[in-house]
């Protein structure tokens, strides 16, 4: 059980920089994912901690020791692959045992911790079989067991269900999530798909090009985006852009003109804007109302419908709008071509400048904290925007 | 066209074809070798090695006894005994008293010969000749006769070869030769791959690059500078200009390049992931290559072990400038390259000898083949 420091880390590789100087702090027991779009560095920020990658400059502390030059073995880390990297010629038993054995463990402490470790993920009966006669969950779990079996201080893995189908990834999130709560450890998880950050973290650590973008609990990143890179990477579907003009401004919120000329005002810090400068407003799929519901409307047309069961996506267009997402239940009659008025709330919306960051909302949603009272933690909650 | 059950093409059976006639035509100098090397040696000069199953056609003479050897019968006298040397399994077919017409009388048949009587030949070589008068004869009679021989193998010529000829010396000194300067260099090229790809130190792919620029480098190149070399330094640590330790290390220093190359390609394609798995295991350079990549590189280990082998096996030029040709160091190749300038007619002998020197390449190629397949590909594939 372990806490996790990071200090302005840098990582160059040659002369490309690929993490530009990283802080953070990672509590005890804490579920810490690292999510960003591939390429952003989140791998070689796990490498880092893992020390698979010497860190350029900057520092690492694990439980408050500096491990920048301390090799992998004595980090008190585990890592979890996302191509499982099981030794193909030992059996599931020489796998799991394999670490255990360089360290000259005894062999009966080597032999409980294994069938500990089996025990738990439920692999008994595969023990004497090799990786090839696996299945990729089985395999996924022999990876997990070999990192239990070293009673690591901190968990690392590595976009660990991205080799499996969707109904199995569904299955081992669970288990993953299950396994945090049951063992109590620090785990940091790196994945590029929203939804298990959403699911499993405690904490979610979004990241773009080398830089940490926001750090904040699933529903505070949610409803408190800082950019407009977070607002759109967080939530399925994509949050949809819309320019707007400031029409006024005043202390309770910024009123801006939708395209088609209705205002609409949004409960968000006015200081530094000034009427007729050009913002641009974020409104989620979910928070989008095909019959008109809401504060303000804006007139479009639909262009294609997307009919999953239980939801209704459409997709909708309007002068000088890229395509917008309207998410509505399963009963929508809406097809293509239609003409409607598409509502929305302020007090859902967001509001992002030249810069792309957001102007901080006047009000914080409570949902936003609900994560960090322990409420949720490490089960997958009940996470409303998640589809 | 349906064939057990399955359509097959044209195309598929003119490959299938094809491909039984290259067997055909890659393995016939093999078996030929081999039939003869087990023929009688009167019989391989007599024919080709794929009569061996047939009876061979001889021509030949034998002289029968003198007047002394006559004796007195009811009818007058005769001369009686046999054409074919002691204990021969030929027969004779035909026979004759002129060397122009070999093929005048059957055997069995009766025949005056030398206007002194009538001779009978019978197929077992028995003959007899008889007279009324008495023989006045002093030297015998030539007959000439055609006899056919059945087939005969023998592992004599493997016997004379081995004892007499020197080859099972011969044997024993090249596989002293091959087994070291094969495991050598793969014991060095196995770490040094390994290094090549999962150590970072300065000047790896410079190194490298060197390695590979040395595969170009001919052999006969370097060959005479390599022995003066190594007479030299030989020479101050009192070490005999040509032993075996020269040849090892020689072959060695050729099978490296090659041996490099391959096994870096191969250790290279095992995935990192892996690899740095055993590292957060807590396993050192060390173990990660004894514990994970010399088990996963079986395949690729062996099939550089059988280019290797083979070809220090079969080396003659290596081995005539490190070697001397005393019996204790003689090779095989060498060997046989002796015994066709003394033995040159002697094909028994050539032929044994040469299969000999082929066994041991066989029975590798044979044994270890689904690794020389795997490994040729190893790499190319993911397998």
């Keep these: 059980m372990a806490t996790v420091k990071l200090s302005d880390v840098k990582k160059a590789f040659g002369s490309v ?22 390429g952003c560095g989140k791998s070689t920020l796990l490498r880092l901690i893992a020390g698979l990658e010497d860190i350029s400059s900057g520092e690492l502390t694990i439980d408050g020791k500096r491990m920048n030059d301390t090799p992998p073995a004595e980090r008190g880390i585990a890592m979890v692959f996302q191509s499982y990297a099981l030794y193909p010629h030992m059996t599931v038993y020489e796998n799991m045992a394999f670490g255990l054995k360089l360290a000259k463990f005894d062999k009966k402490v080597i032999d409980d911790k294994v069938r500990e470790a089996a025990r738990i993920l439920q692999l008994e009966h595969l023990l004497q079989r090799k990786p090839k006669e696996l299945s990729g969950g089985q395999r996924q779990r022999v990876a997990i067991g070999r990192s239990i079996v070293r009673d690591p201080k901190v968990f690392l893995f590595d976009e660990p269900l991205s080799n499996l189908d969707a109904a199995l990834r569904v299955q081992m999130r669970i288990e993953i999530a299950k396994l945090h709560s049951d063992l109590d450890a620090t785990m ?34 949610y409803y408190h985006p800082q950019n407009k890179f977070v607002a759109g990477f967080i939530g399925s579907p994509k949050m949809n852009f819309v320019p707007v003009e400031v029409a006024a401004t005043d202390g309770t919120g910024v009123t801006v003109t939708l395209p ?128 | 066209m349906k064939l057990a059950g399955r359509y097959v093409t044209g195309g598929q059976v003119a490959g299938q074809v094809l ?97 002194t009587g ?107 500078p390599l022995l003066r070399l190594y007479n030299d330094v030989g020479a101050t640590f009192g070490v005999e200009a040509k032993s075996y330790l020269g040849i090892w290390l020689a072959h060695t220093g050729f099978g490296l390049p090659l041996a490099i ?11 990192r992931d892996l690899i740095e798995s055993a590292k957060v295991d807590g396993a050192t350079h060390f173990h990660i290559f004894t514990r994970l ?4 590189s079986v395949p690729a280990l062996a099939s550089f072990a059988i280019f290797q082998f083979l070809w220090v096996w079969n080396d003659l030029l290596v081995a005539l400038v490190f070697l001397s040709k005393r019996e204790d160091q003689i090779v095989l190749t060498s060997q046989l390259r002796e015994l066709l300038g003394s033995r040159g007619d002697n094909w028994e002998i050539l032929t044994s000898g040469a299969f000999i020197s082929m066994i041991v390449p066989l029975l590798v190629f044979f044994a270890l083949q689904r690794y020389f397949v795997r490994g040729l590909t190893a790499g190319s594939v993911k397998g």
């Design chain 1, 188 to 221: 940091i998880y790196v994945t590029h798909d929203q939804v298990e950050a959403m699911t499993l973290a405690d904490k979610i650590v979004v990241l773009q090009a080398g830089i940490v973008v926001q750090v904040g609990s699933p529903l505070e990143l």
């Design chain 1, 17 to 38: 920089e690929i993490i530009k100087g990283v802080d953070l702090d990672i509590h005890d027991n804490e579920f810490v994912v690292f999510v960003g779009p591939s």
């Design chain 2, 118 to 224: 009538a001779m009978t030949v019978n197929a077992d070589g028995s003959y007899s000749w008889v007279s009324p008068e008495p023989f006045t004869l002093e030297r015998g009679e030539r007959v000439f006769y055609q006899a056919f021989v059945p087939p005969i193998f023998t592992l004599d010529n493997y016997r004379e070869v081995l004892a007499a000829e020197g080859i099972g010396r011969a044997f024993i000194n090249t596989a002293t030769v091959a087994i070291p300067a094969t495991i050598i260099p793969i014991l060095i090229a196995a770490f040094c791959a390994y290094a090549f790809t999962w150590m970072s130190f300065p000047g790896r792919n410079w190194l490298f690059a060197i390695v590979v620029g040395l595969l170009v480098v001919p052999l006969q190149m370097s060959l005479i």
């Design chain 2, 293 to 296: 990549v010399m088990p996963l």
């Design chain 2, 19 to 115: 491909l039984l006639l290259l067997v055909v035509i890659w393995t016939l100098p093999t078996v030929g070798l081999l039939v003869s090397s087990l023929r009688d040696k009167d019989q391989l000069i007599a024919s080709g090695w794929w009569s061996a199953l047939s009876s061979t056609e001889i021509a030949n003479q034998g002289r029968t006894g003198t007047a002394d050897d006559q004796v007195e019968t009811a009818d007058g006298y005769q001369i009686a005994g046999n054409l074919l040397p002691e204990d021969s399994p030929a027969e004779i077919g035909f026979w004759s008293d002129n060397i122009n017409d070999i093929t005048a009388y059957e055997a069995g048949q009766s025949a005056p010969v030398d206007d």
């Design chain 1, 260 to 387: 088609g000329g209705n205002t609409l005002l949004v409960p968000v810090d006015s200081r530094g804007v000034a009427p007729g400068a050009r913002l641009t407003l974020g409104v989620r799929p979910e928070h989008m109302s095909e019959t008109g519901q809401g504060d303000a409307t804006m007139p479009v047309q639909c262009v294609v419908v997307e009919r999953l069961g239980g939801d209704t996506y459409g997709y909708v267009q309007s002068d000088g709008v890229e395509l917008m997402t309207v998410q509505t239940d399963g009963t929508s009659r809406m097809k293509p071509g239609d003409r409607l008025d598409v509502g929305m709330r302020g007090a859902t919306c967001h509001l992002f400048g030249d810069d792309d960051q957001a102007l901080p909302l006047l009000e914080r949603n409570d949902l936003a904290d609900i994560g960090k009272s322990g409420i949720l933690a490490g089960a997958p909650g009940p996470a409303p925007a998640v589809h």
């Design chain 2, 261 to 271: 190359y391959l096994l870096r390609n191969y250790i290279g394609s095992l995935p």
